[in-house]
């Protein structure tokens, strides 16, 4: 039973990814590790450029 217990413990820390810079984007897939908490990323884990419409 101990080992059962200890077994089920363990299993989230390698479920869980990491993502130290909190983009939505796993460190394992991040290929920008460092944007910034507000920017808009891609699946790649890499600032989009947002296009603003023009004023008229």
């Known amino acids: 039973m101990k080992k059962f217990l200890i077994l089920l413990l363990l299993i989230p820390i390698f479920v869980v990814a990491a993502d130290r810079d909190m983009d939505g984007v796993s460190d394992d897939r991040d290929q920008c590790r460092n944007t910034p908490f507000w920017a808009?990323?891609?699946?790649?884990?890499?600032?989009v450029k947002r296009i603003h419409p023009r004023k008229h």
């Open 40 to 47: 808009v990323v891609n699946s790649r884990g890499c600032t």
